[in-house]
């Protein structure tokens, strides 16, 4: 079985901070994804990648870096938290070997900026 | 970019009432995925259609993929209370080396009142 598993299930940051969410996947997929969902807006890609050190930016990446040195782990990291930020954020990877895979997604960090 | 537009965004049924929930892109895609969701749980993959009029089935829910490739429908018959849960969409871009990056729609929230 596939597993990706997100570092934290809650989370509770204060504004300004910077935060780092871990994301490991097992299976030796090429692609890890983050999302975040907001209710009524659905999943937001926030940053792609496909390779070690390759990544790139999706329909949000605004406030958010992320880092990819190894191919199981892919981190998403929260400059300067806001707000605005507070938010479901959901990790997925898939295998890609010329063709577009299911992806399997770790069970969701629910974070909080106070 | 790429947009995946999803509708509606809430169903409310009676159990044994059928569902259909809808996804349109704005360009054409390489294939189309569906998720389903249930309340506190991630996303988990259902299916992917890749051919232009593509039909698949399971069990009570029907699959299509459209002919111009930019559109999909899910229907589900005769709902049952174990079918409650958010039910996703989701694309890859057609052409260019987008490498599997999915685009998912808003989602369409089921209720399925006994």
């Known amino acids: 079985d596939v597993k990706v598993t997100q570092s934290s299930r809650y989370l509770v940051k204060r504004t300004g901070e910077k935060v780092f969410l871990e994301c490991v996947q097992d299976m030796d997929h090429e692609n890890m994804f983050w999302y975040r969902q907001d209710p009524g807006l659905g999943l937001r890609l926030i940053y792609f990648s496909y390779d070690v050190k390759m990544k790139e930016k999706g329909d949000i990446p605004e406030g958010y870096s992320v880092s990819r040195e190894k191919k199981e782990r892919f981190s998403l990291i929260l400059e300067s938290a806001s707000t605005n930020q507070t938010s479901m954020y959901l990790c997925?990877?898939?295998?890609?070997?010329?063709?577009?895979?299911?992806?399997?997604f770790g069970q969701g960090t629910r974070l909080t900026v106070v | 970019g790429q947009q995946v537009m999803q509708i509606p965004q809430y169903q409310h049924v009676q159990e044994g009432e059928d569902f259909t929930t809808y996804c349109n892109s704005s360009t054409t895609l390489s294939n189309i995925q569906w998720y389903k969701q249930r309340p506190g749980g991630h996303p988990v993959f259902l299916i992917q259609?890749?051919?232009?009029?593509e039909v698949k089935k399971q069990k009570r829910l029907t699959f299509q993929f459209g002919e111009a490739k930019k559109n999909s429908s899910l229907h589900i018959t005769a709902t049952q209370t174990t079918d409650v849960g958010t039910y996703f969409c989701?694309?890859?871009?057609?052409?260019?080396?987008?490498?599997?990056?999915?685009?998912f729609g808003q989602g369409t929230i089921l209720t399925v009142h006994p």
């Open positions: 997925a990877s898939s295998l890609w070997f010329r063709r577009v895979s299911e992806a399997f």
């Open positions: 989701a694309g890859a871009n057609a052409g260019g080396t987008s490498y599997g990056k999915l685009t």
């Open positions: 259609l890749v051919k232009s009029g």
